[in-house]
């Protein structure tokens, strides 16, 4: 039923800037702690960055600094705004959602991930 659309990869020279958005459809959107996770070819996927249904925010200790994740519950999106990017960002990125109304109910989502390319 939930559905998790990002946008705005693409191709950055390193120190460049980059905003990714991912735009929610088919739930409640205020309620879900939504999050941004990235894999990098032969790696694991990792947990970039999140921000919680209380606005409350976490990063990677490798973006801290340079990322900024952020959500507007009225036109259910989040945004992902990443500056000084390193080669080593280079990965597809996803986005998340989770919905834990009780310890025996929880849900999640993702999107189909978005490619991003630091390199000159």
């Known amino acids: 039923q939930v559905t998790l659309v990002e946008s705005g990869g693409g191709l950055v020279r390193p120190g460049g800037s980059l905003t990714l958005s991912c735009a929610s459809s088919?739930?409640?959107?205020?309620?879900?702690?939504m999050a941004w996770y990235r894999q990098a070819p032969g790696q694991q996927r990792e947990l970039v960055a999140s921000i919680s249904n209380d606005f409350s925010t976490n990063y990677a200790d490798s973006v801290k600094g340079r990322f900024t994740i952020s959500r507007d519950n009225a036109i259910n999106m989040v945004y992902l705004q990443m500056s000084m990017l390193k080669p080593e960002d280079t990965a597809v990125y996803y986005c998340?959602?989770?919905?834990?109304?009780?310890?025996?109910?929880?849900?999640?989502?993702w999107g189909q991930g978005t490619q991003v390319t630091v390199s000159s």
């Open positions: 088919g739930s409640i959107f205020s309620r879900d702690d």
């Open positions: 998340n959602a989770r919905y834990a109304p009780a310890v025996e109910y929880q849900f999640s989502f």
